[in-house]
């Protein structure tokens, strides 16, 4: 479904489906020209998947609930992912698939980052 | 038609995370956590998703989109320091929540205060973005 989407975004309106580049182009005034495919491609992402929870018993999505921490991931994915123009969606499924060196560079760096973060978090310092 | 191709994409998008489990950070951490209890099931969601798109890229020789204009040209292969920096900063991130963008939207209706909490903070760090990387391009001059 996934790749489903990604497809479908470049097949018929010829843009990456990149979740960061098309947000981010909204919150930093980048994508001003396009904004309106912009807030459609959004409200469909926020929108449907709420649709579908009550087909599960149970939808959790363990976030923690450590403001700090939350506070901190959240700032530095809206960062990273804007410094490197794209995430796992732009770089990781868009990127690799065309054999992009930069995405499978930045792929290759946030999972070892993520890797890392996880290992110190978790297993080091037990605050997640 | 554009934005209602861009309203279906979103949802198909949203639909995959969710059932998927990119939205459950406990399983994002366990397939970013190679040193503990590594739950390598998300790598056949990636895997999953980059098959069709491989084929989409393929599609898109000689053709044009259905809606007009032109495919996005396959980017320079050049690695910058921004590619770099921002990617770490991403990934570490990633693991701290277990969160990436996309999950972030699509969770934020059922994610409770956490998930609002977190798609804040990700719009604020993106909003300082540029800044930040005029910081990093002059530090790395």
Same mark, same amino acid.
């Given at each position: 479904?996934?790749?489903?989407?990604?497809?479908?975004?470049?097949?018929?309106?010829?843009?990456?489906?990149?979740?960061?580049?098309?947000?981010?182009?909204?919150?930093?005034?980048?994508?001003?020209?396009?904004?309106?495919?912009?807030?459609?491609?959004?409200?469909?992402?926020?929108?449907?998947?709420?649709?579908?929870?009550?087909?599960?018993?149970?939808?959790?999505?363990?976030?923690?609930?450590?403001?700090?921490?939350?506070?901190?991931?959240?700032?530095?994915?809206?960062?990273?992912?804007?410094?490197?123009?794209?995430?796992?969606?732009?770089?990781?499924?868009?990127?690799?698939?065309?054999?992009?060196?930069?995405?499978?560079?930045?792929?290759?760096?946030?999972?070892?980052?993520?890797?890392?973060?996880?290992?110190?978090?978790?297993?080091?310092?037990?605050?997640? | 038609?554009?934005?209602?191709?861009?309203?279906?994409?979103?949802?198909?998008?949203?639909?995959?995370?969710?059932?998927?489990?990119?939205?459950?950070?406990?399983?994002?951490?366990?397939?970013?956590?190679?040193?503990?209890?590594?739950?390598?099931?998300?790598?056949?969601?990636?895997?999953?998703?980059?098959?069709?798109?491989?084929?989409? /890229?393929?599609?898109? *020789?000689?053709? =044009?989109?259905? !809606?007009? @204009?032109?495919?996005?040209?396959? &980017?320079?292969? #050049?690695?910058?320091?921004?590619?770099?920096?921002?990617?770490?900063?991403?990934?570490?991130?990633?693991?701290?929540?277990?969160?990436?963008?996309?999950?972030?939207?699509?969770?934020?209706?059922?994610?409770? /205060?956490?998930?609002? *909490?977190?798609? =804040?903070?990700? !719009?604020? @760090?993106?909003?300082?973005?540029? &800044?930040?990387? #005029?910081?990093?391009?002059?530090?790395?001059?």
């Amino acid at each position: 479904m996934i790749g489903g989407a990604a497809a479908l975004f470049l097949l018929v309106n010829g843009r990456i489906m990149g979740a960061s580049g098309i947000v981010g182009g909204l919150v930093d005034g980048s994508g001003k020209s396009n904004w309106r495919e912009r807030a459609a491609f959004v409200a469909g992402l926020v929108a449907v998947p709420p649709m579908l929870v009550p087909l599960y018993a149970e939808v959790d999505t363990h976030i923690s609930q450590n403001v700090f921490v939350i506070v901190a991931a959240g700032l530095l994915v809206g960062i990273g992912s804007r410094l490197a123009n794209g995430c796992t969606s732009g770089h990781g499924v868009c990127g690799i698939s065309r054999f992009s060196l930069r995405g499978i560079v930045a792929t290759v760096f946030y999972l070892l980052a993520g890797g890392m973060s996880v290992l110190l978090f978790k297993h080091l310092l037990g605050v997640i | 038609m554009r934005l209602l191709f861009a309203l279906i994409s979103g949802g198909l998008f949203g639909a995959g995370l969710l059932v998927s489990g990119m939205v459950d950070t406990t399983k994002v951490q366990g397939w970013l956590d190679v040193f503990g209890a590594w739950d390598p099931t998300l790598a056949f969601v990636l895997g999953g998703a980059i098959l069709p798109m491989a084929v989409a /890229w393929r599609f898109t *020789v000689g053709r =044009a989109p259905k !809606l007009g @204009g032109t495919f996005p040209p396959k &980017p320079e292969p #050049r690695l910058g320091h921004n590619l770099v920096v921002g990617s770490l900063l991403f990934g570490a991130g990633w693991g701290l929540a277990g969160l990436c963008p996309g999950p972030a939207l699509a969770s934020v209706s059922f994610g409770g /205060w956490g998930g609002l *909490v977190f798609l =804040a903070a990700m !719009l604020a @760090g993106m909003a300082v973005a540029p &800044p930040a990387r #005029r910081w990093v391009d002059a530090m790395a001059a």
